[in-house]
């Protein structure tokens, strides 16, 4: 019953860390960073009556204008995890450069990279927004922690999750053990564990991309997506489902509960930048999160968690969800794509490769 028999987020965080080598101070941080989630939830909440809502005049180092919610949560994200001796330096979505925690607080042993508020360009229709991090260590054998400390792959992550702000507060995090997800109550403020040991379904009707940009897509993402629309009398000899939020937290969350998979491909719509999302704060943790509940998460060419960032704010590819529907993906990608010429939709003229 849950008036008496419930774990809250402190509790797992102390009996994890106690399996798990060289966690020293893990807990504490995460429980910052939950911290940090709650009040943003809160601001979230509260929307056009705290005047949060409206953009700022400024544009961030990705070019996108700020919200006032964008820049709040960034401050929420710093104020609840600098101070406590946790962190030695953050990097954030918001802030063009990492930054170290100030000189009157203790340097920490980690390092702690999130994007403060994802999907914030929806926040007007209020649909769910979120915050993603992702800790890495920070190295024990220096004074001062240097941006390229921040550029370790995936794989070195010590923890990940994300907050999601939506109909309830979840935090949903890794600690590379599985994935958990807490459910906040909010009479207690405290996030209670809802979820042990989440596996993503392995069969699955749905995908998710963005559409509008598939004349820009790669020749086995097109493959991919005309044999899912070709639906019960195409190849996959089913009917598939198509979804979208656009707030990469929330299709990430849809994809953990329900199967399916996500696709933000490398595309050819600005050649500079050959994915959409951020690799050290938004596609690493997700890549964590998602293989730790059995799924899979690749760029199409590669594993994403093995690949090394080579900026702060570098952009990356990113496809993920269940594990055989990634694998098909990325063996699209391996092999020449032979067009079935007896139906539109496979030829090199069809509705999807047009206009390359
Ligand atoms: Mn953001
Ligand atoms: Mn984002």
């Known amino acids: 019953m849950y008036l008496t028999d419930h774990t809250t987020l402190a509790q797992y965080l102390i009996e994890e860390c106690r ?36 953009s700022e005049q400024t544009v961030n180092v990705q070019g996108e204008t700020q919200k006032k919610l964008d820049v709040v949560s960034d401050a929420i994200f710093r104020h609840s995890t600098e101070w406590s001796g946790h962190v030695a330096a953050v990097a954030s979505e918001e802030l063009d450069h990492y930054r170290p925690v100030p000189p009157a607080y203790p340097k920490g042993r980690y390092l702690l990279a999130y994007d403060p508020l994802d999907g914030s360009s929806n926040i007007d229709v209020n649909v769910a927004v979120g915050s993603i991090f992702s800790v890495l260590r920070a190295p024990s054998d220096k004074a001062e922690v240097e941006e ?28 590379g053990r599985g994935v958990v997800i807490f459910t906040l109550d909010p009479g207690l403020g405290e996030f209670i564990l809802t979820k042990s040991d989440l596996k993503i379904p392995e069969e699955t009707q749905e995908f998710a991309i963005n559409a509008s940009n598939s004349r820009f897509w790669e020749p086995p993402v097109q493959r991919y997506v005309a044999e899912c629309l070709a639906g019960q009398s195409g190849p996959r000899e089913k009917d598939f489902n198509m979804r979208w939020i656009a ?110």
């Open 19 to 54: 399996q798990i080598p060289d966690a020293a101070d893990l807990a504490g941080l995460i429980l910052d960073v939950a911290l940090a989630c709650k009040r943003i939830a809160k601001a979230v909440a509260m929307g056009s009556l705290a005047g949060v809502l409206e």
């Open 148 to 175: 390229t400390d921040f550029l370790q792959p995936g794989t070195a992550q010590v923890a990940a999750g994300y907050g999601v702000y939506g109909p309830s507060t979840l935090l949903v995090l890794t600690l």
């Open 247 to 356: 707030s990469l937290v929330a299709d990430a969350h849809r994809v953990l509960i329900r199967g399916g998979v996500y696709l933000y491909p490398r595309d050819t719509k600005q050649p500079s930048k050959p994915g959409r999302l951020r690799h050290l704060y938004e596609a690493s943790p997700i890549a964590f999160l998602i293989e730790q509940a059995g799924g899979a998460a690749s760029t199409g060419a590669r594993r994403l968690m093995e690949v090394v960032p080579k900026t702060l704010h570098e952009r990356i590819p990113l496809i993920f969800g269940s594990s055989a529907e990634v694998e098909r993906i990325v063996a699209y990608h391996r092999e020449p794509s032979e067009p079935d010429r007896e139906s539109p939709l496979f030829t090199r003229r069809c509705l999807f490769l047009e206009n390359k």
